[in-house]
């Protein structure tokens, strides 16, 4: 009898998932194995909730957005009973083998599996945060900086047109890369991350000296993980007990400040999730693809508790517990690139 692969994809959608899917399962089914869709991310094992998914299924989703099997950021670590039901539904599907596809909630819940249960699971790096160690890049990353560094373009107009300080509010939790990728990409004149703390004098005063020096307009790129005064949150988690960091105004809060401090016009956009929207970009899509295949031949030599990553131009294996044990911030010398072009 043939074996048989489960596969979900949990936490925040992102583009590129459809596209691990789609190489999973062709590498899978080429080397006679069966694929399981779980859908809904890990709450699938739980209920569960699962469907076959052969090369038919995946034909044509490379450069669909989203997921076709569904996510949610379930966790059966923070529900009771949850973890024993994910053990007797994979077993009672007849399941040689998982990949999770997702972010430090997804993986770490696959690292606990594989370590307290060991559930023969592989993983597969996907955040447009970046924030995975492990890993030099996560698909779907490049997505996001595409779609915010187009942003910033469009937004260049109105702020020249109309001499303004734009502020632009990105996602990426408590890392700053998307900040600080597409602020490099759109020639933001302030970045500001969550790796470093917010000095609301030092802003203003780059705005000032930029338009004491002839320039009318400025563009302020801020991650929504930034601590600002007066930009709390009211206590509302996620599921893996994450803060909503989105619903604390980091951009208005910042946008006030900048406006009554230095008396410039000042607008504020939040670009919120059109940056997990849409299609993957070329390069996210081959990422995808790769890690798909390494973690579907990773299954096949049955190298369990590993995770597909990107080291260099190489796609490697590595610890899913490594991947999964701190978060991976922006090093100086990337800020110090941005800093560069402030003011
Ligand atoms: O992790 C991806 C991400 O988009 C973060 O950048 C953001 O903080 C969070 O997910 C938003 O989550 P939700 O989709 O639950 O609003």
Known sequence: MAKSVGILTGGGDCPGLNAVIRAVVRRADAAGWDVVAVREGWRGLVEPIFEDLGPQQVSGILPRGGTIIGTSRTNPFKLEGAVERVLRNFSDR????????????????????????????????????NDLSGTDYTFGFDTAVAICTEAIDRLHTTAESHNRVMVVEVMGRHTGWIAVHSGIAGGADVILIPERPVDFDEVCNEIASRHANGKNFSIVVVSEGCELPGAEDKGEVDQFGHRLLAKRGVGERLGEEIES????????????????????TARDRILATRFGLKAADLVVEGSFGQMAALRGDAVIAVPLAEATAELKTVPLEWYDVARTFFG
């Not at 770490?108 to 594989?114: C, D, E, P, S, Y």
């Not at 370590?115 to 447009?128: N, S």
């Not at 401090?261 to 993957?280: F, W």
């Open 261 to 280: 401090r230095t008396g410039y016009e000042t607008r504020v956009t939040v670009l919120g999730h059109i940056q997990r929207g849409g299609s993957p």
């Open 94 to 129: 007849g399941l040689d083998a998982l990949v999770a596809i997702g972010g430090e909630d997804t993986l770490g819940v696959a690292a606990r599996l594989f370590a307290e249960h060991q559930v023969p699971v592989v993983g597969v790096p996907k955040t447009i945060d």
